[in-house]
């Protein structure tokens, strides 16, 4: 199995930035692409980034385009999430994912299957 935690979240003004982070422990050996999801209330889970196993292909939504970006590192087994110009419409639980199936950059939650419990970011206007 994988665990996968993720930390980083808070609060932050409109115009701020956060840095999600997101260890991944366990048999990390079958993990490949990760990505971050985020749901909002009353929404569904959605892409924020994904990056594929080498780390070389990214994607992002229109929606973070040029204001987020994701990287890992896998000699630390670590996944991070750079949000910069955060908007309110931000707010959202992050979710950290790993995939054992696919070593691309996958935006579809369908591919992922391990999940992180979760951590709230709130963007204040």
């Known amino acids: 199995q994988v665990q996968l935690v993720e930390s980083g979240g808070g609060l932050v003004q409109a115009g701020g930035s956060l840095r999600l982070s997101c260890a991944a422990s366990?048999?990390?050996?079958?993990?490949?692409?990760m990505g971050w999801f985020r749901q909002a209330p009353g929404k569904e889970r959605e892409i924020a980034a994904a990056i594929s196993w080498s780390g070389v292909d990214t994607y992002y939504p229109d929606s973070v385009k040029g204001r987020f970006t994701i990287s890992r590192d896998n000699t630390k087994n670590t996944m991070y999430l750079e949000m910069n110009k955060m908007r309110p419409e931000d707010t959202a639980v992050y979710y950290c994912?790993?995939?054992?199936?696919?070593?691309?950059?996958?935006?579809?939650?369908?591919?992922?299957?391990?999940w992180g419990q979760g951590t709230q970011v709130t963007v204040s206007s």
């Open positions: 366990g048999r990390t050996s079958n993990t490949y692409a």
């Open positions: 994912a790993a995939s054992s199936r696919s070593t691309y950059a996958r935006p579809t939650i369908m591919h992922y299957d391990y």
